[in-house]
């Protein structure tokens, strides 16, 4: 297979699987939406989280909501717990790696606040503890999640399942997903202003 024949290959298969998951999903999707949007309306806060590739996830989502997505509207309060490089690595060193992210949902989080967790397997221990952290302190949840969403898909208020186990296509399906999310709550958001 040449390189241009593998580059459209590659493509196809990441369209059949967003196709697919959009498809099947859209209801789940919305309704994760309008979790967000209300705790946005009401002047709660988004906490993201997740590791590697899915911490760059968090980040980028996080970023479309604290300045802007597509259009101009008000700032919304949302933190990737995955930029504070001092806070992570006291945590790690100081307490353990499987709390980086709840020990930050413990100091930010309050009830009404969303949590999202990313994660391609769902089965990353700090991943886990911080979405029982969030539940134990009436955050409400939402998961980005892979392959058969792991432990974490039965502790979110609302499982989002790629369910494929390629980890490139679920990141692939995330970034797309956030980037939905993102344009719903600013045309909520855009209504309003």
């Not at 996830?57 to 008000?74: G, K």
């Not at 930029?83 to 100081?94: C, F, G, H, P, Q």
């Not at 009436?138 to 392959?147: S, V």
């Amino acid at each position: 297979m040449t390189p241009v024949e593998r580059i459209r290959e590659l493509a196809r298969e990441s369209v059949r699987v967003k196709e697919r998951f959009f498809e099947e999903r859209a209801e789940d999707v919305a309704r994760a939406a309008e979790l967000m949007i209300a705790a946005l309306r009401s002047g709660r806060k988004i906490l993201l989280f997740g590791n590697g590739g899915s911490a760059a996830d968090a980040q980028h989502i996080a970023a479309e909501l604290v300045n802007r997505y597509r259009r101009s509207r008000p700032a919304l309060a949302a933190i990737a717990l995955t930029t504070d490089t001092s806070v992570l690595t006291s945590i790690a060193n100081d307490v353990a790696f499987e709390e980086v992210f709840s020990r930050q949902i413990e100091a930010l989080g309050e009830p009404g606040d969303v949590a999202i967790a990313i994660s391609t397997s769902g089965r990353s221990p700090n991943v886990v503890r911080a979405v029982e952290t969030a539940r134990r302190l009436g955050l409400r949840t939402i998961g980005l999640l892979g392959r058969d969403g792991g432990l974490v898909a039965p502790l979110v208020d609302v499982p989002l399942i790629v369910p494929i186990e390629e980890t490139p296509r679920i990141q692939e399906v995330h970034i797309t997903l956030g980037h939905i999310l993102c344009e719903l709550i600013e045309d909520a958001f855009s209504e309003t202003s």
